[in-house]
């Protein structure tokens, strides 16, 4: 088993529909980082999209969208030296294109 190196991945989710807030409009998509432990850049990319799905179980997202989204790594980058992580869940939602 080689070093593990940390890794911040880009991801964009969409292909789902949820309704947030007041509106009437669903958000379509959303745009997160997650910051993974790992060997390889492969391993990084799977880790995170599968952080990302377990949170998305965990805030209920999956029963009320009826799906998890799809994920595409729009970035990766290893990170060299100390990362104050923080909890490192959010997501930032979008409606999609404006009317």
Not at 90 to 97: L, P, S, V
Request: hydrophobic share 40%.
């Amino acid at each position: 088993m080689g070093a593990k190196s940390l890794y911040l991945v880009s991801l964009e989710g969409s292909d789902f529909s949820l309704n947030i807030g007041e509106t009437t409009r669903p958000v379509v998509g959303f745009f997160t980082h997650r910051i993974v432990a790992a060997e390889t850049e492969d391993e990084a990319k799977l880790m995170a999209c599968a952080a990302v799905c377990e949170q998305w179980r965990d805030r209920g997202y999956e029963y009320l969208a009826l799906k998890l989204p799809g994920l595409v790594v729009n970035e990766i980058e290893r990170l060299d030296g100390w990362v104050r992580l923080r909890s490192g869940a959010g997501f930032t939602f979008h409606r999609g294109e404006s009317e």
